[in-house]
């Protein structure tokens, strides 16, 4: 059995959900396909409810309104016969009456994670249905009645599993399951989810839980790439990456994942294949435990980062220093991202700044604290980097007068981190592009 997820582009226009159903006909065996709402849907739903939750009834009618002409338009062109284009019709407008209901009722958190699924849930049932119009057999596989999030809002993969493999039965013995990304239950049995983008963790989830022979995750770009396409011109998929360099990239920065995709699939080692709706051909990224040992792989980078200095002389030579300063950003539930020391200092960055000052507060009880905003993590991913004679020589000398901020390396065998001032991140990753992959532009 495969996985397959395709995001909100790849459904997000008629003729794209029909090439859709093309390339499953194309795919021989079982198949369970993930999909996300249609583009722009998730965002408009957000936007509704937060509408809702300020009182603003007036501007979320007008939101629902625009969206559900968005969606007689979408329905019209999907469906060939009179009969499903009635079909379609009637589905768009349960929904809408569903979301108009939601609005006049006392709007809340949970009626707003209830609006928030039905992005998917109409997706998957209007792709269900194009494919019926096509004779196509198929099943809908209710997210719902398996996907779920326990309290610390974490995926019981080994409950998802207990429950998938009854219900797969039930639906008979067909070759295409069609079920939605992103939607759950949490622990309440309330409609919940794996926060934005998460149909990718969707795919790999179910894949790990089936122990699927691969989860291919289908977007519109061919696969991941070397550097940020955004800022670097010339950059080129990368064919292989193991799952922890996958990690590493799409946790600093490359968009084409949703970072947590990977645990899943590792545990299980279920490869994931990232591929490309608009081009059917391009091999994409496979993702694996197959390593390579000695070689760059992928830059990526991240915005948006402070770094924190304490200095202390009292660090000198004193033992659970480093446990004293961690336990101040656990207790304000900040994740730290890189480390660096020396005998009497240590600095660390952050992404999240949402309790800097009462973090600088407690820190400034160990010694003087400098914090520096607008910083950006630089990270260049490669396999077995250690053993690569002259790694860092190539690294620095690619840079060259680069100011830089602080660097890590050895935490782990597959990365190099560099932080540094935003300003010099664009023409920073130039010039790696030019001196790791000997790209010149
Ligand atoms: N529809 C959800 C979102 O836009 C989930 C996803 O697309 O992965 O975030
Ligand atoms: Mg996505």
Redesign the pocket.
Known sequence: MQVLKF??TSVGKPERMKKIADLLMATPGKKIVVL??LSG???ALVKIGENLLADSRGAAEREITSLEKHYGIFVRELFSSEAYKAIGHEIVSRYFSLFRLLAAGKFDDRSLRELLAQ??LISTELFYHHLQERKIPSRLLPALHFMSIDENQEPELEKISERLGPLIQTLGNVDLLVTQ??ICRNHKNEIDNLK?????YTASLIGAAIKATEVQIWTDIDGMHNNDPRIVKKTFPIAELTFDEASELAYFGAKIL?PSTIVPAQKYSVPVRLKNTMDEKAAGTLISNKGTRGEFKAIAAKDGITSISIKSSRMLLAYGFLRRVFEVFEKFKTPIDVVSTSEVAVSVTIDDNTFLPQIEDELRSFGSIEVDKNLSIICIVGSRLSEKEGVLKQVFESLGTTPIRMVSFGGSNNNITIVLDTAGKDKALNLLNEGLFNIHS
């Open positions: 995001g909100g996300s709402a849907t998730t965002n992005g998917e990304g992103y934005r983008g998460g149909s990718d949703h």
